[in-house]
């Protein structure tokens, strides 16, 4: 041990000693930090506009969560609740705090912590609209909740063959009614786009446009059609509900329940980078479109805190 420690601690190191350097020193170092201390993710999906956007970079606090748990209104970073882990324990463990490869490790979710443990969740209709009432471990007497961040814009159906396979070519996106579809603030469309989106959306059991403000229906048109809004959960110990700000285009607690704390590894506290793409790399982006990819760049999203 003292002579690696003098060896890290040499000056004078040749080109090999600095390449080795790096693979036995620096490289587990920057792991181990970003495996347990920070983390930097892309988002995939919908599920949580507009607070996020697809496209979009986010710095995540992997730290503060092994010490303190999650707190209502928390944007997390967690496992896919419904990934099944392996029954050995080993790869169980690394599934579920490093990686396998060969799609054997869970996908990486994003989501609102709702509600802790010891809590009572209602969802409900109320003259045709979804409200959560909440009454916190401790107290007798449910509050409605105030929800600023929920999605208030309309999502409309979008037909882009051009998409990424982790999309899809058909989707929803949310869009602005007081914006033409090439001044949108959120993804770039136009009517080509959603005519086609309309004329597919009824093969899927969707409408062409879902509306702020209005129950999810899942499975419509089956005999298992319901209302997702409507439930009562009481969290046990460890368990938190989970829902994407994107109410109409998130799958989350009202689908699968109740979350294990254990799988929550990250609360995401800042926007790094916004661009207009699908691409999981933006250097891929760049070198599709050398002169568009700047205008793809959501500059007034770029750098800032998430509240």
């Known amino acids: ?38 983390g930097l993710y892309q988002v995939p999906t919908g599920s949580m506009e507009t607070t ?10 992997k730290f503060t969560v092994w010490f303190s748990k999650p707190k209502r209104g928390d944007i997390i970073a967690c496992n896919a609740p ?10 169980a463990f690394l599934q579920q705090y490093l990686w396998m490869p060969g799609g054997k490790s869970p996908e990486n979710w994003t989501k609102r912590v709702i509600a802790i443990e010891g809590d009572e969740l209602k969802g409900v209709v109320e003259d045709d609209k979804p409200v959560l009432y909440l009454k916190k471990a401790g107290e007798s007497e449910f509050k ?3 929800e600023p961040y929920v999605n208030k814009y309309p999502l409309v159906v979008i037909y882009r063959p051009s998409a990424s396979k982790t999309r899809g070519a058909l989707f929803h996106e949310s869009y602005d009614p007081a914006c033409s579809y090439e001044a949108q603030p959120f993804y770039r469309m136009n009517a080509m786009e959603v005519r086609l989106g309309a004329l597919k959306a009824p093969l899927y059991g969707w409408l062409p446009v879902e509306y702020p403000n209005t129950p999810a229906i899942v499975d419509r048109g089956t005999p298992r059609e319901r209302n997702a809004d409507e439930f009562h959960v009481k969290l046990e110990k460890g368990q938190y509900w989970l829902m994407g700000d994107n109410r109409l285009g998130s799958k989350d607690s009202r689908w699968f329940g109740p979350v294990d704390g254990k799988q929550i590894h990250g609360k995401i506290i800042f926007r790094l980078w916004s661009i207009n793409s699908d691409e999981s790399w933006w250097i891929v982006d760049l ?4 002169i568009d990819f700047w205008t793809r760049v959501r500059w007034s999203r770029c750098f800032e805190w998430l509240k």
């Open 1 to 38: 041990m003292r002579n690696f420690i003098a060896w890290v601690r040499k000056k004078d190191k040749s080109f090999l000693e600095q390449i080795v350097e790096a693979i036995v020193v620096v490289l587990p170092i920057a792991f181990l930090i970003r495996t347990f201390g920070y």
């Open 52 to 61: 996020m956007l697809v496209g979009e970079r986010f710095v995540a606090d």
């Open 82 to 91: 419904t990934f099944k882990y392996s029954d050995n324990t080993v790869v």
């Open 144 to 146: 409605k909740l105030d």
């Open 287 to 290: 070198i599709k479109h050398p």
